[in-house]
């Protein structure tokens, strides 16, 4: 049970380089997120799925697009980086309104 | 529009203090309430969730208590140990069930 698993665990991107960043989870989880952590902006929403086949923006969807290929897999795609991007990428899962899982997360640098 | 407030950023105690952290929110139409654990360059673990029905919740040498009516929930740490000191943070949902709010968290440091 490996719970949340995300790659790559570290990228360093051009301006206007595109990049999927993946996440898995196998907890039969309905829920799945995308977050960005800056420092003293705290976590952020990007992405949410509440269920397999739906997506909604979060707090922060700008530059983003996400995929939420079956129930254990939600992608989230940068198509044209910007250093406004440098980011750590939390990708989470949970079930109907219970606790989040978080995976260890993505280093982004922009250049 | 909820919000979410975690007083003080930073704290510093030596080992074996009992400590409180804080946490309010200002929306108090909220189902549950949920601590996390973050060490340096890692996820966020659960540390504990509340649901509305409950007052408080313990796990080991943490309690959590959530007071709805005004919008306050703490996390109690009994004698506290070098291998606490992380960033705390707390959160609530907004909007939708599968949506929740962060504070920005209280870095807590215990010294030896």
């Known amino acids: 049970n490996a719970g949340v698993t995300q790659t790559p665990k570290f990228q360093v991107l051009k301006t206007g380089q595109s990049m999927t960043l993946q996440c898995a989870q196998d907890m039969n989880h309905n829920s799945m997120y995308w977050y960005r952590q800056d420092p003293g902006m705290g976590l952020r929403l990007i992405y949410y799925?509440?269920?397999?086949?739906?997506?909604d923006k979060g707090e922060v969807p700008n530059g983003y697009n996400v995929s939420r290929l079956n129930k254990r897999e939600f992608s989230l795609r940068l198509e044209s980086a910007a250093p406004s991007q440098t980011s750590v990428y939390f990708c989470a899962s949970s079930a109907f309104k219970d606790t989040q899982y978080f995976g260890p997360g993505t280093r982004l640098t922009v250049l | 529009k909820q919000e979410v407030t975690q007083i003080p950023a930073a704290l510093s105690v030596p080992e074996g203090e009992n400590l409180v952290l804080n946490c309010s929110f200002t929306d108090s139409a909220i189902y549950n309430l949920q601590w996390f654990r973050q060490d340096p360059g890692k996820g966020l673990t659960s540390l504990l969730l509340i649901q509305s029905s409950q007052r408080e919740q313990t796990s080991g040498r943490l309690n959590a208590s959530l007071d709805k009516s005004s919008g306050r929930s703490t996390l109690y740490i009994a004698a506290s140990q070098p291998g606490d000191s992380a960033t705390y943070l707390c959160a609530v949902p907004y909007s939708s069930a599968s949506k929740i709010i962060f504070g920005s968290g209280t870095r807590l440091s215990i010294r030896p």
């Open positions: 799925s509440a269920s397999e086949g739906t997506t």
